[in-house]
């Protein structure tokens, strides 16, 4: 059986929203996501960050540059104890600017195609999996997967959450990566206490 995961939307989910990220000096955590993700880091959880990136088919940043910006958002991860497992990202967009990106793939979410690939080289239990993201995508990228879905409110969470109400589809909503992690290590990590109790 493969391992549980995290899965994290990255921009106003664990970092600030800002519009295209392009460079490491816009790269700001949000708060408590570093500590959300240390305690699911010691939970034996995997950690995995899955982010739509079109501003590299827009011609607004190369992959290299993203790499840059992904080495240093683990680095300050790392320097609060938290570890990212993976990151995978997709830089297509159907209307991209650069014709070697343009196109309808199967990794930009809302479809699940991240997901699938980070569960297969992973070793992954999407059955046993969360999708944590501010955005109707994310939800419907971790439900694709078979992962439930966490909302957070921070980011475009909350305009997310007012306009779609009861169509949104996720298992819970929570006012930021801490309080969704939180109710990650209760579904988990809680239960199995529970079932070890039950059992004496």
Same mark, same amino acid.
């Given at each position: ?31 408590? =996501? ?14 995995? %960050? ?93 439900? !694709? =997967?078979?992962?439930?879905? %966490?909302? %957070? ?46 059992? !004496?």
């Amino acid at each position: 059986m493969g391992r549980p995961a995290v899965f994290l939307d990255r921009d106003g989910t664990i970092v600030r929203e800002v519009e295209y990220l392009r460079s490491p000096r816009q790269l700001r955590l949000l708060p408590r =996501a570093a500590e959300a993700i240390r305690l699911l880091n010691r939970a034996g959880l995997a950690v995995v %960050v899955t982010t739509n990136q079109s501003g590299i088919a827009r011609g607004l940043l190369t992959e290299k540059e993203l790499e840059e910006v992904h080495a240093v958002l683990r680095s300050r991860l790392a320097r609060r104890g938290a570890r990212i497992d993976g990151i995978y990202f997709c830089p297509h967009h159907p209307e991209a600017a650069r014709p070697e990106y343009r196109r309808r793939c199967r990794c930009r979410k809302p479809a699940p195609g991240m997901l699938l690939r980070a569960a297969r080289e992973l070793d992954l239990d999407l059955g046993r999996c969360f999708a944590i993201g501010d955005s109707a995508r994310d939800i419907e990228a971790g439900r !694709r =997967a078979g992962c439930r879905a %966490v909302l %957070v409110r921070t980011g475009y969470g909350a305009e997310t959450e007012a306009r779609l109400e009861r169509e949104l589809g996720a298992d819970y909503v929570a006012d930021d990566m801490s309080d969704a992690g939180e109710w990650i290590l209760q579904e988990t990590v809680g239960r199995r206490r529970a079932g070890k109790t039950k059992r !004496r």
